[in-house]
């Protein structure tokens, strides 16, 4: 982590909890919450029909934001069941997933279709989490960095810097992915390092205001050790997600190293 990025949680529900499942989560979670908003971006990621509950509900006054899994890139027409960047902001989301590994693999989704969903999610005002990561076998034959580059690449490219400091990217090894299997520390905070690097050549200086999260078997037992490399500013969580108390487990971890790095700072 850096003390110069907000550290941001998201949780991704993937296909799981019903709007009642998701308020119930909501109730037992948000009773947990003591302030960490104030330190942690905190996004809750539900199915789509769950998405007008929890607007319903007091996400914005306790500090959480609602996010969508995926988006469409036109705003309307002809595109049954998909849902556009509008859609999504009138009920209330402000962030969106886009390139999940899951959408790339199990329906196709093209890094030119990852492209211009994440520039209609930056056209409404949202804030695209863009996936990136690379499969066990691209690993395997060293070409991870290569991997994870061509992908920024193709989302990013020609971006206006603007507009790329709104982006956050997800670096998600697919092996790691609810496998309970998550990246050592250490891989991880070199591969976010190599997406810095990247970053930097795409984006310049707004480089810096990206925010880098690691996603793949993210854990209470693990996460602080994601937090403590230097590129990587969260975690963007699957299974740890689903229940109240691991959620929150993991949020408060993130406020606690948010807290000790701001306490360095001040002390330099
Ligand atoms: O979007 C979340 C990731 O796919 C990670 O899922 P996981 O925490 O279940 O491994």
């Known amino acids: ?67 969508a899994q995926n988006v469409h890139w036109e705003s309307r027409g002809a595109f049954t069941g998909e849902v556009s960047p509008g859609m999504l902001r009138a009920v209330g989301c402000s962030h969106v997933i886009v390139g999940h590994s899951e959408r790339r693999a199990y329906f196709g989704e093209s890094d030119e279709a990852v492209k211009r969903k994440l520039r209609a999610a930056l056209e409404e005002g949202m804030t695209p989490i863009l996936c990136v990561g690379e499969t066990l076998e691209q690993r395997t034959a060293g070409r991870a960095e290569e991997v994870v580059a061509a992908q920024l690449t193709a989302a990013l490219e020609g971006l206006d810097t603007g507009r790329a400091a709104r982006v956050v990217v997800a670096y998600e090894p697919v092996w790691a992915i609810g496998t309970g299997r998550s990246a ?48 990587v500013d969260g975690g963007l969580v699957g299974t740890a997600s689903l229940r109240p108390e691991s959620f929150f487990a993991l949020v408060a971890s993130a406020a606690k190293a948010a807290t000790a790095q701001a306490g360095e700072g001040e002390a330099q």
Request: hydrophobic letters at 45%; proline letters at 7%; aromatic letters at 8%.
């Open 1 to 67: 982590m850096n003390a110069a990025r907000k550290p941001l949680l998201a949780a991704n529900w993937k296909m799981n909890k019903t709007p009642e499942e998701a308020l119930s989560f909501w109730h037992e979670f948000s009773g947990r919450l003591s302030g960490e908003t104030g330190r942690v971006e905190v996004v809750i990621c539900p199915p789509y029909p769950a998405l007008p509950a929890l607007q319903g509900a007091d996400l914005r006054a306790r500090g959480v934001y609602l996010g």
């Open 184 to 231: 050592e520390s250490r891989d991880a905070g070199e591969m976010a390092a190599a997406v810095r690097r990247r970053l930097r050549e795409l984006a310049g200086p707004a480089a810096e205001e990206i925010r880098i999260l690691y996603g793949g078997s993210v854990a209470p037992d693990n996460f602080a050790q994601f937090l403590a490399e230097a590129e």
